[in-house]
C-alpha cells in the first residue's frame, strides 16, 4: 500500500482563480490591487523567484511593483522604502524578499510593514494579532498548510496534530491556526528529544524544519498524514523536502510531494492575501462599498 | 505517598526582594519606577486587587499611580490616557485591569499600551515579540510558571511538556516560553478531546483553563509535575485552582497548590518586570550609564 500524493497543484489553480476574481471585482470597482516586492540582494535565485511572482500576479490581474534597491542598500533606506509603501494608497500589499544585505536585521525592517498591507505575516505585531485572534494575515506557507488540509477534507477538530519546526515564520504561526480550529497542537524541534515519542500518536504531522530527510518511516503510523513543508536544495539543483518520501510513502495514509505540494499553494495564496488586502483597504476609503 | 507541594511563596518573596533591589539601584541614579494601574470599573475585587497591588508595590519602593476613570469611561478616554502614560516619562509600567466598561473592548484597548511599558504583556505586539524572539514583557503568569518550574529545578530542555488552554494571556505566551527553553509543547484545550491521551506520557502538566476540577489523577502520571494556573472562586468565596488537589496529590510528584502557587509570584514579576522596563528606559535616555 503506498500514501495517496496530496498535490496542491489543483488547489493553488483554485486560489489563483479567486484572487483573479477578486482583481476583477477590485477593478470594476475602480482599484487593480497592487503587491509591492521589496529586493535587496544580487541573489539569482531571489530574482527568479521575484519574476515568477510578478508573472502570476500579472497573469491574475494583480499589478507588481518591484522594488529593487540593491546589494548595497542600508538599513535605513530600507526602513525609509518599507514605510513610505505602508503609507502608498496605490500599494495594497508588501512583501521584502530575503536576503537583505549583510548586517541589515529582518527583523527590525518587517517592523516597518504596515500589518493591513503585510500579506506574508512577517511583522510581529501580525503574529502577535493572529495569537489573539484580531485580523491579520498568516504567513502564505502556514495558511497554505491549513488550506491543503481543507482541501482534501482532513479533519482538524480534535485531532493530535504535531508540527516539527518552530519557525516564526511557519511553526509558530501554524501551530496557532491549527490551535485556532480545535485541534490539539504539538510543537516538536530539534531539541525536543526523539521525534517518534510524539509522531508516532499523531493524526496529522507537518514537518517545517529544513533538514532533509528528517522524518522517515519510522516516525509515523498508518493512517498518518504527512505535510512537508521543507524545501531542500540538492547540491544537483534538485528540490527534495524534509520527509523521506520513499519510507513515509510505504506507511502513512497521505503524503504532499515536494514540489508541487505547500510550495505551489503559496504564492497564490499571497496573491489571495493581497486582493483581501486591497479589499479591505477599499472598504476603509468607501465604508458604503458593497462586497 | 503524596506529591510535593511547590509553594511559590519564597519565590515571591525573593523575586519581591530583586525588584526591591533594582528599585533602590534605580532610585541612586535619579529615577524612582512608577507603575501605572488604569482601572474602570466599580468592582469590588478589582478595586481590592489595585489596592494590594499599589501595597506591594510601596513597600518595595516602587511608585503606584492608580489611575481610576470610574465604571462609565468611553473607550475614547481610556485610548487616551493609556497613549498619554505610553508617552509620559515618568510612567515606566502600564497594567490596564479587567473588566472595562461594557462596549469597551479589551483587545482594542491593549494596543495603546507601549510594547516597552507593557509589563503585564498584554499587546499584540508583546505577544508577537516574544513568538519572533525579540525583547518584550511575557504576562506575568505565564512568566510566573517559567519562574516556578525553574525554582524547583525541574528541567525542560527536551521534555514532554502539555498546556491546557489556549488563552492568549496564559496558554499561549507559556507556549512560546517554554519552546524557548527547549521543551517539546503540547497545546490542548475544551476542544481537543480526551485530555489523558497527552497528559498521561506528560513530564510537566499546567493547567490553564479556569474550570474548577478539569485535571484529576486520572489524568497523570507517577512523576509527573503538575502546575496549576486555575484561580477560581466557589460560592463560598474561598478559591481553587483547576486541579482536583485531593486526587492528583495521590498520584503525581509535584503539585503547586492554589493559592500560595502561581498567583503568589504573579505579583512580585509584575514589579520585577516595572523596574526591568525603567532600568532599560533609563539605558535609552542616559547610553552611557552603567547597571
Known sequence: MSAVLLSGKQLAKTIKQKAQHEARDLEADGL????????ATDDGSTHWYVRSIEGTAESAGISCRIVDLGPDATGQVLALVLKDLSEDSSVNGIILQTPLPP??????MVGH?????????????SLGRLAVGQPSFAPATARAVIEILDHFHIPLAGRNV??????????KPLSLLLLERDAAVTVCHSRSGPLEKYTKTADVVVVAAGRTGLLNGGHVSSGAIVIDVGT??????????DVDAGSVRGIAAALTPVPGGVGSVTTSLLLLHTTEAAREQLRALVPGLAG
Open 103 to 108: 548586517g541589515v536585521g529582518t527583523d527590525e
Open 162 to 171: 504535531v508540527v516539527i519546526g518552530r519557525s516564526a515564520v511557519v511553526g
Open 113 to 125: 510593514i504596515a500589518p493591513e498591507k503585510d500579506v506574508d505575516g512577517v511583522n510581529p505585531l
Open 232 to 241: 531542500n536544495v540538492l547540491p544537483d539543483g534538485s528540490l527534495v523536502g
Open 32 to 39: 487593480r490591487p497592487t503587491l509591492a516586492v521589496v529586493v
